[in-house]
């Protein structure tokens, strides 16, 4: 396995991101190659963290306004940056990336740092990845927010994902700034396109954002159906409170809230909402909503 790492340079004066980044180290466990693993961690260290997880293609700076308004509230937040992500290690070839793996690197970062109490906030990938820790290690969470993702097992996709996918795979320059506004209400200015490029000198780095969609179990004989079947069965006796927060604008993860609500326990009796006028990517048009939405669910579920 081939490593590339973006340089620092790269993320220089991106807006509204004054963070600086904590590294971790993990081991791919079929390779034996060191990953180091980039992550904000904002807020008092003694208080219980806010665990927040992005998708593709986005990074850790799709949740810049959440984490300051969090903060501003008294929170911990921590925020990584997928392998392939933002300022996280970039394996180089397509195969290297698995949905398998992907679990393995983020439960070793999760385990290296510690992290206890969580309250989980995961989106589109962060919900395929986080829904899989949560399953693995429910005793370190202590609630979960789900907004436009599912935990797929071979149960079939929207005709938008599909479309994504297909797109996706044959478009021969993979344009991260123009996938990022498209699923968005607002438009991004050219600072905030320019900031979903910066991890990405060049296309040798994108391999991992061009493989997460062909990842996504959609179809019975896929790889890690079976292993996201046994974590439903590890969900659907979820107890812990569990809320969606889906935004209204989204095509591709319509619906899947219900589903959730539907199989999950710790659904029951929470004041699920749907975040108005937020696209795919809500952290962009509604990040106060979204902090405020975490912060109540904690105020209200504290024990």
């Known amino acids: 396995m081939q490593i590339l790492r973006t340089p620092d340079e790269r993320f220089a004066d991106l807006p509204d991101f004054p963070y600086a980044p904590h590294y971790t180290e993990v081991t791919d466990a079929g ?10 961690d904002e807020g008092p260290r003694d208080a219980a963290p806010v665990l927040l997880l992005h998708g593709e293609p986005t990074w850790s700076f799709l949740y810049r306004k959440v984490i300051a308004r969090l903060v501003a509230k008294g929170h ?3 925020a990584p940056d997928l392998v392939g992500f933002g300022r996280s290690d970039k394996p180089t070839e397509r195969e290297d990336y698995t949905y398998e793996r992907h679990v393995a690197w983020m439960t070793d970062w999760l385990v290296a740092n510690d992290l206890s109490n969580i309250t989980l906030f995961c989106q589109d990938w962060g919900g395929l990845i986080g829904l899989r820790l949560v399953s693995a290690m429910p005793e370190r969470f202590a609630r979960v927010v ?3 993702t599912f935990l797929p097992a071979g149960q079939g996709a929207t005709l938008a994902f599909e479309a994504w996918l297909s797109f ?3 478009v021969p ?3 991260t700034p123009m996938i990022v506004n498209g699923g968005t209400v607002r438009d991004l200015s050219e600072a905030e396109r320019n900031a979903y490029e910066a991890p990405y000198p060049d296309e040798s780095y994108k391999a991992g954002a061009r493989q997460f969609p062909a990842l996504v ?10 292993e996201n079947t046994e974590a439903w069965k590890v969900l659907e006796r979820f107890e812990k409170p569990f809320l969606t927060a889906f935004s209204d604008q989204d095509p591709i993860t319509r619906g899947a809230d219900e589903r959730l609500q539907a199989r999950i326990p710790g ?3 929470q004041a699920h909402t749907t975040i108005k006028d937020g696209g795919h990517f809500l952290q962009e048009d ?3 909503a979204i902090a405020d939405v975490i912060d109540g669910f904690i105020a209200a579920t504290r024990g």
């Open 168 to 170: 996706s795979q044959s």
């Open 76 to 78: 911990r937040v921590v």
């Open 217 to 226: 179990p959609v179809k019975p004989e896929m790889a890690s159906v079976a």
């Open 173 to 175: 320059v993979f344009p």
């Open 267 to 269: 659904c029951r009796g």
């Open 31 to 40: 390779s034996g190659v060191k990953l180091r693993i980039a992550a904000i």
């Open 146 to 148: 789900a907004a436009n």
């Open 286 to 288: 509604q990040p106060d």
